[in-house]
């Protein structure tokens, strides 16, 4: 990634997007999502070295690597749904933007489920000894 | 010409043609008395008390039975070994720990670093999954390095089992019944007390503790690191107060004792001088010759059950402390990253590992105490 192309798209976008809008708002918004998701597509390039990284200390310290897996799902979906939020208010659809926000929450937690179940019952073996 | 020749050879001589002393290196303390005295003592029986690794760390350092010269022998390098050897083996998982914790923080602060939008309501849930794989990748490792502790609570007990009379029957035999009744009713039952503490009261408590405040990440409102400090603050003071009062206790009354001894002892020598008629002042003589000879296994005794001491505790010592700097550590970086429940956990468990150090330091430090003590206190 290149934050020269991420900043040269993200300001032909904006502009484009104040032209149309005066005209046509819809297609302002499409405009819109659409280098949005350019530069989240080269975001996700970008992380990939940094969570590499991570898999490899991850190998190399010979931990499960179960819950950072967990953990990168999350974020996953995090950022997804952040994204689909904002791009939810900036078309004005606030309703949208926090139904697309629970739904990225109780995704996150679904996720997360087996951590929960496993902490509380190591915890209560513990607490029983 | 002849007589630069001469100098010449003079230095020649003096730099090459001298010869290397060196002191004598072998000590010979083990008469055949020594010997005798030891076998009769059972002393060399506490060896068999220990656990096997304190028996292979022993080994490590050339003392494997009670032996003034094995003693002597002991090297500052040998001394080293045995503690690198002990925190290669204490610091893996807690090092282990700390790199999987800080792989989560950065997880965290990727996730931190690049939310969309300035109040994301995505940040408590993540936080919480986040804390929740701290939670589990700390409590495994930290719960069995606790429980290692009162492992080595229980080891150290049935040492002590062995060690106590062994000890108190040669401070006895040296002339000093009184000091060794009074070291034995006092360190049998401030270990028994500091072990029943240890394993009843304060490990459940903490543990307890513990595993509530990893189930409370889940709870951001609810914090339990209040009274983990808490229970730190007055388990230290208490040990502390203890630990103090029980050395001054030992010392008055070992010092009382130690002259009530000397008395016996005065008494019994000038009877037997006055009472035994013409070889009366030689048995008299030879009583304080065998007291004296006697007191080189009491002081070898003493040396070696200090050193055992330490062996038993040192590894466990050793992993706590690194357990400890590791969630210190992590917890300053989980505070740099923003990572602050992540760093908050890490607080708790630090507290935790300080409880325990506290008390296992204590437990060592009375028996290290007591029988340095009791090897300093001598009738005259």
Same mark, same amino acid.
């Given at each position: 990634?290149?934050?020269?192309s991420?900043?040269?798209?993200?300001?032909?976008?904006?502009?484009?997007?104040?032209?149309?809008?005066?005209?046509?708002?819809?297609?302002?918004?499409?405009?819109?999502?659409?280098?949005?998701t350019?530069?989240?597509?080269?975001?996700?390039?970008?992380?990939?070295?940094?969570?590499?990284?991570?898999?490899?200390?991850?190998?190399?310290?010979?931990?499960?690597?179960?819950?950072?897996?967990?953990?990168?799902?999350?974020?996953?979906?995090?950022?997804?749904?952040?994204?689909?939020?904002?791009?939810c208010?900036?078309?004005?659809?606030?309703?949208?933007?926090?139904?697309?926000?629970l739904?990225g929450?109780?995704?996150?937690?679904?996720?997360?489920?087996?951590?929960?179940?496993?902490?509380?019952?190591?915890?209560?073996?513990?607490?029983?000894? | 010409?002849?007589?630069?020749?001469?100098?010449?050879?003079?230095?020649?001589f003096v730099?090459?043609?001298?010869?290397?002393?060196?002191?004598?290196?072998?000590?010979?303390?083990?008469? &055949?008395?020594?010997?005798?005295?030891?076998?009769a003592?059972?002393?060399?029986?506490?060896?068999?008390?220990?656990?096997?690794y304190?028996? &292979?760390?022993?080994?490590?350092?050339?003392?494997?039975?009670?032996?003034?010269?094995?003693?002597?022998?002991?090297?500052?390098?040998?001394?080293?070994?045995?503690?690198?050897?002990?925190?290669?083996?204490?610091?893996?998982?807690?090092?282990?720990?700390?790199?999987?914790?800080?792989?989560?923080?950065?997880?965290?602060?990727?996730?931190?670093?690049?939310?969309?939008?300035?109040?994301?309501?995505?940040?408590?849930?993540?936080?919480?999954?986040?804390?929740?794989?701290?939670?589990?990748?700390?409590?495994?490792?930290?719960m069995?390095?606790?429980?290692?502790?009162? &492992?080595?609570?229980?080891?150290?007990?049935?040492?002590?089992?062995?060690?106590?009379?062994?000890?108190?029957?040669?401070?006895a035999?040296?002339?000093?019944?009184?000091?060794?009744?009074?070291?034995?009713?006092?360190?049998?039952?401030?270990?028994?007390?500091?072990?029943i503490?240890?394993?009843?009261?304060?490990?459940?408590?903490?543990?307890?503790?513990?595993?509530?405040?990893?189930?409370?990440?889940?709870?951001?409102?609810?914090?339990f690191?209040?009274?983990?400090?808490?229970?730190?603050?007055v388990?230290?003071?208490?040990?502390?107060?203890?630990?103090?009062?029980?050395?001054?206790?030992?010392?008055?009354q070992?010092?009382?004792?130690?002259?009530?001894?000397?008395?016996?002892?005065k008494?019994?020598?000038y009877?037997?001088?006055?009472?035994?008629?013409?070889v009366?002042?030689?048995?008299?003589?030879?009583?304080?010759?065998?007291?004296?000879?006697?007191?080189?296994?009491?002081t070898?005794?003493?040396?070696?059950?200090i050193?055992?001491?330490?062996?038993?505790?040192?590894?466990?010592?050793? &992993?706590?402390?690194?357990?400890?700097?590791?969630?210190?550590?992590?917890?300053?970086?989980?505070?740099?990253?923003?990572?602050?429940?992540?760093?908050?956990?890490?607080?708790?468990?630090?507290?935790?590992?300080?409880?325990?150090?506290?008390?296992?330091?204590?437990?060592?430090?009375?028996?290290?105490?007591?029988?340095?003590?009791?090897?300093?206190?001598?009738?005259?």
């Amino acid at each position: 990634m290149s934050i020269l192309s991420v900043a040269a798209v993200g300001i032909i976008s904006a502009l484009l997007s104040l032209t149309v809008k005066k005209y046509n708002p819809e297609i302002a918004i499409l405009i819109s999502l659409g280098a949005g998701t350019l530069i989240l597509i080269m975001l996700m390039d970008s992380l990939v070295p940094i969570i590499q990284t991570v898999n490899q200390l991850v190998d190399e310290i010979g931990i499960s690597g179960d819950y950072i897996k967990i953990l990168l799902k999350c974020l996953g979906i995090a950022i997804l749904t952040q994204f689909a939020a904002d791009a939810c208010k900036d078309a004005g659809e606030q309703m949208l933007c926090s139904q697309v926000e629970l739904a990225g929450k109780a995704a996150m937690l679904i996720t997360a489920m087996p951590l929960m179940l496993k902490l509380i019952e190591t915890a209560l073996e513990i607490m029983q000894k | 010409m002849k007589k630069i020749s001469i100098v010449i050879l003079t230095a020649i001589f003096v730099l090459f043609g001298s010869m290397t002393a060196y002191a004598q290196q072998e000590y010979e303390f083990e008469d &055949e008395y020594y010997q005798e005295q030891l076998e009769a003592s059972v002393a060399n029986e506490i060896f068999d008390s220990l656990p096997d690794y304190t028996n &292979e760390m022993l080994d490590q350092i050339g003392i494997d039975e009670l032996s003034p010269a094995k003693l002597l022998k002991m090297q500052p390098e040998q001394v080293w070994e045995l503690i690198w050897s002990a925190l290669m083996q204490g610091v893996t998982t807690p090092i282990k720990m700390a790199a999987s914790i800080i792989a989560v923080m950065i997880i965290y602060s990727i996730f931190d670093g690049l939310k969309l939008s300035n109040k994301s309501s995505l940040t408590p849930v993540y936080s919480t999954v986040s804390a929740l794989c701290a939670g589990l990748l700390i409590i495994v490792p930290a719960m069995s390095c606790f429980n290692g502790c009162s &492992e080595v609570m229980e080891s150290c007990q049935i040492f002590l089992t062995a060690y106590i009379p062994a000890f108190v029957a040669i401070l006895a035999s040296c002339g000093q019944p009184i000091a060794s009744s009074i070291y034995s009713v006092l360190l049998f039952g401030a270990s028994e007390s500091i072990c029943i503490i240890g394993q009843q009261v304060v490990l459940p408590l903490v543990r307890m503790f513990f595993a509530l405040s990893i189930v409370c990440v889940l709870i951001p409102t609810i914090d339990f690191s209040g009274i983990i400090n808490g229970i730190s603050k007055v388990a230290t003071w208490i040990l502390s107060l203890c630990t103090t009062l029980y050395a001054a206790l030992l010392t008055i009354q070992g010092a009382v004792g130690t002259s009530a001894d000397s008395m016996t002892l005065k008494t019994a020598k000038y009877f037997a001088s006055s009472l035994v008629p013409v070889v009366g002042g030689a048995v008299g003589e030879a009583m304080s010759s065998i007291f004296s000879s006697m007191s080189l296994l009491k002081t070898t005794t003493g040396a070696a059950g200090i050193i055992i001491c330490v062996v038993i505790f040192l590894p466990q010592i050793i &992993e706590i402390i690194c357990f400890k700097l590791a969630f210190s550590l992590c917890s300053s970086i989980g505070q740099i990253l923003g990572a602050d429940r992540i760093s908050t956990l890490l607080k708790s468990a630090s507290t935790v590992a300080g409880i325990m150090l506290a008390l296992l330091i204590c437990y060592a430090m009375l028996i290290i105490i007591s029988t340095a003590i009791m090897i300093m206190l001598k009738t005259s």
